[in-house]
Structure formats: C-alpha cells, structure tokens
C-alpha cells in the first residue's frame, strides 16, 4: 500500500533491504521477535475489521500497516460505497455503515467523507485496543513445515534501521496487493485468464463500447501520419484475440475528493512534472463528442458536506490506463513511484481541465469552482493517501471463484461472505484498432442475486501454507474477482478469516481443516463479535416467515434488497396484505425498520400494523422520500408467549402500487 510522500530511502537503509532479501534468517534468538495469536498484514478496511474480531475474541493481535492512515481506500477516497445489494452486506461491515449512518443522523448510510470513515475506522482499533505498527513494510516469511513460521519488517523511513521480526500462530493478509501471499511462496496469478481456463465468457481481451473512444479519433501525433508516433498513452501492442489471456491489469486511480466551499478550499494548482501532452487525446475526444458538463471525463459524485468523490468517466479520465502493470510485484520503491506518477498525472488532469486554453470554453469554469478540502487528509497535502489499487495478484488456491459462481451457476455450502456487485473490469490497455485509438478491458456485467463466495477461496492450498488466510487477494479470476472488490465485502471476508483463525488456534487445526459450518454460526450469532443480541431481518423471500393475502407477485427490482419484492398491483391491493413473523429468541425492546425500495407507480404510503407485546398499533409513514433505504416504524416490546408481526397494506382510499421487502428488527 502506498502512503503519502516521504523522504527519499538512506543509502544506507537501501543496502540494508538488498541484504534482508540476500542473507539467510537469523535465528529467533539474534533478533527481537514479538509473538502474537493473530498478525495481519495490511491496515486495509478489511484488515482492521479483522484485528477487531479477533481481539473481542480473546486473542492477542497485532496489525501492521506499511503506511500512515488506516482503512484504505475505504478511508482514501471511495466515498460512493459500491454495493451492488445491501442484502450482501453483513456483521461488522455493515456496522461499519451503520455508524456513518449514526455520524450524519441516520440509520445507515453509503456515502461519507474521507476523514469521518477513517476516525471510525479508527474507532475500532482504539475501542478493541490493537496494538498498529505503522510504515512498516514485509521483507520475508520464513516458513517452517508448512506454516509461517515468523515475518520480517522493517521501518518504511529507515530512520532508525528499525528491523522488527513477528511470530504468531496465524497470519491474516489484508493488504490489496497480496504480499505476504507472495513471501509465504503461495501461488497467484496477475492479470487476465483466458476465457478458456474456466470456461468464462467476460474474462480476457474485451474490446466493447463502455468508457470507449468514438470512432475516427486519430492516434498519432501528427493526424494521419503513423511514422510520426503515437500519442502518449497509446500502447503499439495489436489487439489479441477476443478472451484471449495476457498479464495486463485493469487500471488504477484515485477517487478524488473536492470541494465547491470557497472558505474550505485550496486552488488546484499545476503540479510536478505537468506535460499537457498527455491529455492531448482528451482534446480530441473533446472535438469529436463535446462535453456538456464535467462528466464527460469525471464522474462527479456528492458526498456530504459539497464535496465528492470523483471517479473514471469516459473515453480519457482519471485511469491511468496501461501504467501499472508492473505495481503488483514490485517492490516498496517502484510501488512509490507508480504512485507518484498516478499522483501527478490526476493532478495534472484536474489542472488542464481548468487551465489549459485548448479545452472547451464551457468546461474550464465548471472546473475552477473546485478545490481540494482544507479538512482532508491534512497531513498530506490534502490529498489522498491511497491508490486505488483495483487487482493486483490474486490468490490460486483449491477452491477458484469464476463467472460461473456470480451468475448463481456454480453453489457453494462453504461460504463465508457474498458479493453482489457486478463483474467489473475497467480497461487494461489504449491501442490502435483499425487505424483508430481505443481501451480495450472495460467489462460491466450485472449480477442477478446475491452469491456465496467460498471460504476455500480465502485459505491457500494446504500443501502451500497451513497458517495463512487472505480475504482480500482471494482465489478467483479476474472478472469474477471484480465482481467481488468491494470495500464493504472486504470487511465482510475480513471478519470471517479473523473467526476462522480463532477457531483454527482454539482447536489447534490447520485453517484448512476447520468446522466452516461452525465459522457460518458463530458469524450469524454474533455478528458484531461482541456478544450482543443480533438483529433480525426478514425478506420477503424467506417464505417460512411471510405469508400473504390477495394476489402478489413476486418479481426482481432495480435497488431491491436480497432477490425478490412482493408487488400487489393497484387497483386490486385494497384486499391485498402481506404478514412478515419475524423468528425472535431474545425478549427486549424492538425498533421496526422497514426497506422502502423506490420504484415508479408505488403508492406515497402504507398501512403497517405492528402487533407486539404492548398491544396493535398501525403507523403509515410517507413512502415518498428516502428511497431504498431504511425508515423507522418506531420502537417496540417483544416477550415471549405473546403475539408479534408485522402486517402490510393498502390504506383505503390511497391510490398506487402496494411493495413489500425486507423488515429489521433491531434490539436497543
């Protein structure tokens, strides 16, 4: 993981790396080591969700991160949670939204400012009290009949020639890039599968027309004249075949927070190392498709407070599309100069947009009225600490997922977490095709319901490594692993590879040989690892829980939670009601939250009649607003013996569609 700018490495501490790679381990005795139950490699969202879970469950945890900051690009940036389906998120990942929504005076919310997500993310590691080494960086594992034996760190500054040797029972690795995988001598691949391989169709070279150049873009520097080179960026490698394998890799980014508050702004100014020329294809596409506002190459999006979290948008943007091929294995110090020249070429972006006289004379003001916030990221030059590395190597244990598993294909009974984001590549390469300039790699498919993601596929192959699990560089190819990516699921898998590794220390078991089922239960009781009720969520799905009167239908929704709603159609809904029974275990005070999924034709309210053990009481609040998200339908007591549901249905006298999805029983 790459961290904000820092003095350049001693000479001295450089010859000092060099060595730790060359010499052989030193015996425990001549170095200092500090033993733990559970070490985790990467203050990822993922590996700090894991270090929580595993010291409220007794164990002695250390976390080490080679930066500054904690959270990654959960806390770096990515402000626009990408879910694909709520009902995918789950225990302390959803604990985690649930918390900013508690910050900005919600239930729960997806969508959040940089420095709020990383003082929560904070929040865990001082509420559990995990010891964090910071800008420390792995050297090697030494392995021991077929386990990690110990690490070997070393202080990113060298400052002090700091070398620290870790020894522990277990092994998490959380960071985005895989590398203690890679030392343990697990295996991985990086880049693309051919569609061959798993029987795929979306994996490999994909030339399509999302975030692609118009035809006729000419790519060479002078137009029409190939002798005269190509534009910078371009790549003179031919188009292979169509799902043919290579080792290229979508590209990276930075999500970009900006502000539009004048009081809390600082110009963007030109950075190091500005070369208009880089954006000269910009230019081009400028001419050919005109923008008509700033998302012709910025996704712009709102986050609280005006301020955003800009992504990729378009032919030419923020990806810089062919540059990181070698980020995934290099080492601390190429990883820093990848980052620097991601660093300035965004920069320089933001700059010629707003500055450079050739870009559209419309654009340039929209540009100028943002800034970069004076309240983020304020120890570095408040901007971003985290690349956005979207793959790097990914993990080849027993167990690989693949196209087949997202589409609901391919099961698995082993599953400790689930995505439901699409399969999403973005591009991995800008060539010439047929005389023209395109990107080639950018693959959006959507997922129809949610799907278990395996716990093979976060524990290496037995014969490689017995003491290692890696949740975040999981086995699986390249498309499906981008359906997987997501920082919320991360936290999701994050948790559950901590759970395994208690289990796997308490019985003293290979991770590869424990009770998954027992992982699955202990996740589902206690979801935030802290002994608490759980909540109780039932979906319109769970048949053995709803019961319905009148005609429904069950069909699939834009935004709906898990897979299904349940529709009854105006004008018959009048008879029409829907009964949801939630399966309760703990006597206590309830609050109702129901899923108010926003779809067209739904009536402005409904009638929902709660009956607990403080009586029948009917509530219809508006359905209007806060669509897809959460409402409250108050606070009440369940005790056992006594009746308690939830009815659904259409007031008299409203007009429009009756729905019916998720209810939550969240206990005070």
């Known amino acids: 993981m790459i961290t904000r700018k820092c003095a350049p490495l001693k000479a001295g501490c450089l010859l000092l790396v060099t060595l730790l790679f060359l010499i052989p381990a030193q015996p425990l005795a001549a170095q200092q080591a500090n033993s ?134 277990v092994f998490i690795d ?200 004076k309240d983020e990221y304020t120890d570095n030059g408040n901007w971003t600490f985290q690349l956005y590395i979207r793959e790097a190597r990914r993990m080849v244990s027993a167990y690989v997922m693949t196209q087949a598993n997202c589409e609901g294909r391919v099961k698995v009974t082993d599953g400790i977490g689930l995505g439901a984001y699409s399969m999403d590549s973005h591009n991995c390469q800008r060539i010439v095709v047929n005389g023209m300039v395109k990107n080639e790699g950018d693959v959006q498919v959507g997922v129809l319901n949610p799907y278990a993601i395996s716990y093979r596929s976060i524990v290496p192959k037995a014969a490689e490594c017995r003491n290692l699990l890696v949740p975040v560089c999981l086995s699986a190819t390249h498309i499906a692993y981008g359906s997987i990516r997501m920082e919320p699921v991360f936290m999701v898998l994050g948790q559950s590879a901590a759970v395994a590794a208690v289990q796997a220390i308490d019985s003293q078991l290979a991770i590869q040989d424990i009770d998954v089922s027992a992982v699955q239960q202990k996740l589902k009781q206690d979801p935030l690892a802290d002994g608490s009720i759980p909540e109780v969520q039932v979906d319109d799905a769970d048949t053995a829980y709803v019961r319905t009167t009148g005609t429904w239908q069950r069909l699939r929704s834009a935004n709906q939670y898990a897979t299904s709603i349940l529709l009854s159609v105006a004008p018959g809904s009048a008879a029409s009601s829907v009964r949801f029974n939630p399966p309760m275990q703990f006597n206590g005070r309830y609050t109702i939250y129901y899923y108010n999924l926003a779809r067209a034709n739904k009536a402005p309210t409904a009638a929902f009649t709660i009956a607990a053990a403080n009586g029948l009481q009917t509530v219809t609040p508006s359905l209007v607003e806060n669509g897809n998200e959460w409402i409250s339908l108050g606070t009440y007591e369940y005790s056992s013996g006594s009746p308690f549901y939830v009815s659904i249905a259409l007031p008299a006298g409203v007009q429009g569609d009756l729905l019916a999805d998720a209810l939550l029983f969240v206990p005070e």
Not at 122 to 148: D, K
Not at 263 to 278: E, F, K, L, Q
Request: glycine letters at 10%.
């Open 36 to 169: 733990y139950d559970i070490c985790i490699y990467g203050g990822t969202a993922a590996g700090v969700i894991a270090a929580y879970t595993a010291k409220k469950m007794g164990k002695t945890v250390l976390l080490v991160e080679p930066g500054s900051h904690l959270g990654g690009m959960t806390s770096g940036g990515l402000g626009m949670t990408d879910i694909g389906n709520k009902y995918a998120i789950t225990g302390l990942g959803r604990n985690f939204y649930r918390r900013i929504g508690r910050y900005y005076g919600k239930f729960e919310q997806w969508i959040f400012e940089p420095h709020v997500a990383e003082a929560l993310i904070n929040s865990y590691i001082q509420s559990a009290e995990v010891p964090v080494l910071y800008r420390y960086y792995l050297t090697r594992a030494t392995m021991q009949q077929g386990s990690i034996q110990s690490i070997n760190l070393i202080k990113v500054d060298c400052n002090n020639d700091s070398i620290k040797t870790i020894t522990a029972k």
């Open 174 to 373: 959380c960071t985005y890039e895989g590398d203690l995988m890679a030392k343990a001598g697990v295996s991985y691949t990086v880049g693309r599968e051919a569609n061959t391989q798993y029987q795929e169709t979306y994996n490999g070279v994909q030339l399509r027309d999302k975030h692609q150049f118009a035809d006729s873009i000419d790519p060479y520097r002078t137009p029409g004249q190939p002798e005269s080179g190509l534009l910078w960026g371009i790549s003179p490698a031919p188009l292979a075949a169509p799902g043919s394998g290579d080792a290229k890799v979508q590209a990276y980014n930075f999500r970009i927070c900006l502000t539009n508050v004048a009081a809390n702004m600082i110009p963007i100014t030109r950075p190091d190392n500005y070369d208009s020329t880089r954006y000269e294809l910009a230019l081009r596409s400028m001419a050919k498709t005109p923008w008509t506002s700033l998302m012709g190459g910025l996704k712009v999006d709102a986050m609280p407070n005006n301020k955003t979290d800009i992504n990729n948008n378009g032919p030419f943007s923020t990806d810089m599309i062919g540059m990181n091929y070698d980020y995934a294995q290099a080492d601390y110090m190429t990883r820093r100069q990848i980052f620097k020249m991601h660093e300035d070429y965004t920069k320089g972006w933001l700059y010629f947009l707003g500055h450079d006289p050739r870009v559209q004379a419309n654009i340039r003001p929209l540009m100028l009225k943002w800034g970069y916030p």
